[in-house]
């Protein structure tokens, strides 16, 4: 007899002994990840990984802040048992880092002494995607000691991934149109990472080229469908030794590169398109759903998505 119907039969008859309920209740707790989203729609990327890491159900919010997210934070912490919260997780998302971080250590504030559910951050895919492009880069190469520019780095990708080659112990600059911008957005990256990094003023593919000069690695993590340098302008450049790539929109950000390579050499230079890395990305974006549910303590942010994606490099 399907399990409804024999739960059905207890209810109806009054015999329902709380031992049988645990049971049930166990045979029939679904993995729940909650979608908070800072955009008005939550994302659909997010929620197709969602249910590819391992949720059995999505539910997304949208228009989410700190402000308006207490009830759905409450509702997510207090209607399982302490056992059965691992069952429970949120995934907070949306195009914009900043309003992602406010909320994500919004939602955190809620939480106290055995009554709190895993939780993700990765605005954009700005953890995942990062944390593989520049393990990626780790894994093809030196990036302690050596000089990175990450070009239109002032989005959530380009933020997270100045962050990560900081941290592997590279000297690293971000370019932006704008020097407000591009200050602005290093002092965010020095307030949470406690890492130097250097603005530049690039508003074109030239000034873009000059930036790059004497550097080791690029990676470019400009808006889709955006060309950031000609091919002429890194293929002999003499210091260059690794790029990647995070523009999946043709035309690439570095033009003369192809998205699907995989850390092939062109022009003397290991390169890696969104393509070749994204495969990476997203085995690491369903691994750490997929981590949400081992318990109801897990914190996932830039540094352990970071690590994950480091160990999961080597083999991938
Ligand atoms: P984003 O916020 O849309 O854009 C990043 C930066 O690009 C902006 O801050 C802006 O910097 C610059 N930009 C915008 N328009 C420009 C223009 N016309 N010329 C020059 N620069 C311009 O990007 P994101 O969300 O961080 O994502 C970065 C890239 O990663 C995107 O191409 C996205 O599609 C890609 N992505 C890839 C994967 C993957 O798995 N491969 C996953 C997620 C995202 P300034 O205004 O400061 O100049």
New binding site residues.
Partial sequence: MPHGLITAWFYLSGIMPSKILTKFSQLTMKKLLFQFDTDIYPAV?DTVVAYDGGAEHVIGHGGLTPDNVTSLVEGAIFTRAPKDKKNTAIFVGG?D?VAGEALFAAVQKHFFYGFQVSVMLDS???N??AA??VAKLAVSGVLNGKKAVVL????????RAAAMLAMEGAEVSI????MI??TQ?CEQIKARFNVDVTPIE???NQARAVAIEHTHIVL???????E?LTPEQWQHNPTLEMIAD????PPL?IGGTDMMDKGIDRHGKIIWG??G??SL??ALHRACIAQLFTDNKQVLDAENIFSLAKEMAQSE
């Fill in positions: 990327f195009s880092i954009n895919g700005s995942t995607t593989a492009a239109a780095g002032t989005g959530p990708v380009g933020q370019t932006g149109r704008s911008r591009a957005v690039a508003f074109d470019a993590t400009g808006a889709a469908g955006i950031l995070a523009n999946a929109t950000g969104a393509i890395f994204g990305k997203l």
